[in-house]
């Protein structure tokens, strides 16, 4: 059967002399891998729209296993994804965490929106570290985590003071600061934050200046939650971790912004 999806393409490997497997996260039938043949001789038709972050329409001949990708046509080719490194590293980390959390086989639409939405904010020059933190919270449901946020997980109190805790999975408020001793205490505009990466959609996140200590802060928080509850570490993760600590990269950023 031949199918045309629309999709993103999150990894490409080589396969033999001139071949490529290609994993796409297609709107209509969630993560697929498909191959696609001669993608890796430059002159091939397959050679661009196989490269990560292409988003695009791709047709896919499959009857049961792998499919075979025939033709495929870029809409948005990222080209600031593709040629800015700190735009790059982030736009790798969001893919990977996309393709480690959704599983192959069945549509979804909740992932996919999530991905195209992030990669397109990234594209058209949001803050990179705001999108990926979003992403962050919102794909912790695919990895089994459902952090309670909108009220204390320990007692359901929406008033007082709050902070996190990983042991109890979200939000306790100081009549319950008990029940954890390694509790991270949090002021009003951090707890407003976390629920909203959470819970609001992604052009508002996009919108938010926020002050990097501030993200580092959440990022922290939302790191630990996926080391310690899942065990996920992500590689791109750490080339990110790399690039902020690097000053060099850091002032070539300021020079051409
Ligand atoms: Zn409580």
């Known amino acids: 059967m031949l199918h045309k999806w629309e999709g993103i393409v999150l990894k490409a490997r080589a396969y033999g002399e001139s071949n490529k497997i290609v994993t796409i996260m297609t709107r209509e039938a969630g993560k697929v891998a498909c191959m696609a043949r001669g993608a890796k001789k430059p002159t091939s038709r397959l050679a661009g729209v196989t490269q990560p972050f292409m988003h695009g329409s791709f047709l896919v001949q499959r009857t049961s296993g792998m499919g075979t990708l025939q033709q495929g046509e870029h809409f948005n080719s990222m080209r600031h ?97 008990h029940l954890d001793p390694y509790i991270i205490r949090l002021s009003p505009t951090q707890l407003k934050l976390i629920r909203m990466f959470y819970t609001v959609p992604i052009d508002q996140v996009g919108k938010l200046e926020l002050k990097p200590q501030t993200k580092q802060f959440i990022k922290k928080i939302v790191t630990t939650i996926y080391e ?21 990269l850091q002032r070539e950023k300021k020079e051409e912004n």
């Not at 310690?228 to 060099?248: A, C, D, N, V, Y």
């Open 81 to 177: 994804i593709q040629t800015d490194i700190t735009a790059t590293a982030y736009a790798s980390y969001i893919v990977e965490i996309i393709d480690r959390l959704v599983e192959e086989g069945r549509p979804e639409q909740y992932a996919f929106e999530i991905l195209i939405q992030a990669l397109n904010a990234i594209e058209e020059g949001y803050d990179p570290e705001a999108i990926t933190l979003f992403v962050d919270w919102k794909m912790l449901p695919y990895a089994g985590v459902q952090p309670i946020l909108h009220a204390c997980a320990g007692c359901g109190a929406v008033d007082g003071e709050f902070a996190f805790s990983f042991t109890q999975g979200g939000f306790i408020c100081h009549r319950c600061f």
């Open 228 to 248: 310690e509850q899942t065990g996920i570490r992500l590689k791109s993760r750490s080339f990110i971790e790399q690039l902020e600590r690097t000053p060099l």
